[in-house]
């Protein structure tokens, strides 16, 4: 639960109060919630104006050296609120939040998306300094993120071995090809050079006091039609991701939603907008049919 709530009305013409307000200290974890209240004229006419589209928001988070946080992506209420978590607060300074309404239409197109004005906070800062054990200080989030780039390393450089002894750069000069074997997080290497172990595994990091998970509770939101599917993110935060049954929706995977293959394998996509996206096989009939139609007319 929040300690300090800083409350906004949001309309069409601005945002109240407008001014910038104090948020904490830098460093705070969940200790500041942002409430806001869409005015009533506003909500309505966003409901009613995009009524056959599914209206969602966000905020986006710009922290004081620049950096952007985006939170999870929700169905639009008229009152969303926002916890400030120490990635939001690390930075200390300035930060700017801007509430983002977002209209996707039936095939998943964009057909609105509206930026809030923007919230302005200021944290105070705190002076910097080890502590008297001589060891330094490191937040539970970021040491998380440390293990999670260790944990990178390590399967990029297991990875590596990996493609090497595919290749047989670890023969042996009479022939023999090379075996290797996990025990844990140790990868042995033999051939007939001889036998070489790593371990693998990331240096450990600092002690850190536990993060109460006493009320680590995952709720499972409102649509009873999809299966769902729940983790956390880099930074511990629980996460929900909706699974898409491609077998009862035509129209392919929903914005932000995880696929789930066919039966047959395949996974089903929409028609393609963007020149990265994925071209399904009607889209490639479709246009094929259409060269053929053009050919046949000459």
């Known amino acids: 639960m929040a300690i300090n709530k800083i409350e906004y009305k949001i309309s ?3 945002i109240t109060p407008s001014v910038e307000q104090f948020a904490g200290t830098k460093g705070d974890h969940c200790a500041t919630k942002i409430c806001i209240s869409i005015d009533d ?6 409901i009613e104006d995009y009524k056959n589209c599914n209206v ?3 905020f986006d988070v710009y922290d004081g050296e620049g950096g952007i946080w ?3 992506v929700k169905t639009l209420e008229q ?10 607060t690390r930075q200390g300074g300035k930060i700017m939040i801007y509430l983002v309404i977002t209209a996707l239409s039936q095939d998943k197109k964009t057909e609105m998306e509206l930026y809030s004005f923007p919230i302005s906070l200021r944290l105070r800062n705190r002076p910097e300094g080890a502590h008297q054990s001589g060891e330094n200080y490191e937040s539970v989030s970021a040491l998380a993120e440390k293990a999670a780039a260790s944990v990178v390393e390590a399967r990029e450089f297991a990875n590596a071995v990996i493609e090497k002894l595919k290749n047989g750069e670890f023969d042996g000069k009479d022939g023999v090809s090379v075996t290797h074997e996990w025990n844990g997080t140790v990868l042995t290497i033999e051939s007939a050079s001889g036998k ?5 595994k990331g240096e450990k990091g600092d002690k850190g006091d536990m993060p109460d998970v006493s009320n680590f509770v995952i709720k499972v939101n409102g649509d009873l039609y999809t299966d769902q599917m729940y983790g956390v993110d880099l930074w511990g935060n629980p996460i929900t991701l909706k699974v898409d049954d491609l077998m009862m929706f035509e129209s392919g995977v929903a914005y932000q939603d995880v696929p789930r293959r066919k039966s047959s ?13 994925c071209a399904n096989k009607k889209y490639v009939d479709d246009k094929l049919g259409n060269i053929e139609t053009l050919l046949g007319g000459i």
């Open 12 to 14: 069409a013409s601005g």
């Open 41 to 46: 004229g506003l909500y309505a006419s966003i």
């Open 56 to 58: 969602l928001y966000r």
């Open 70 to 72: 985006q939170s999870e």
């Open 79 to 88: 009152n969303p609120s926002l916890m400030l978590e120490e990635r939001h």
């Open 196 to 200: 070489t172990s790593a371990d693998l």
């Open 265 to 277: 394998g395949n996974i089903m996509t929409n028609t393609p907008v963007d020149d990265l996206d």
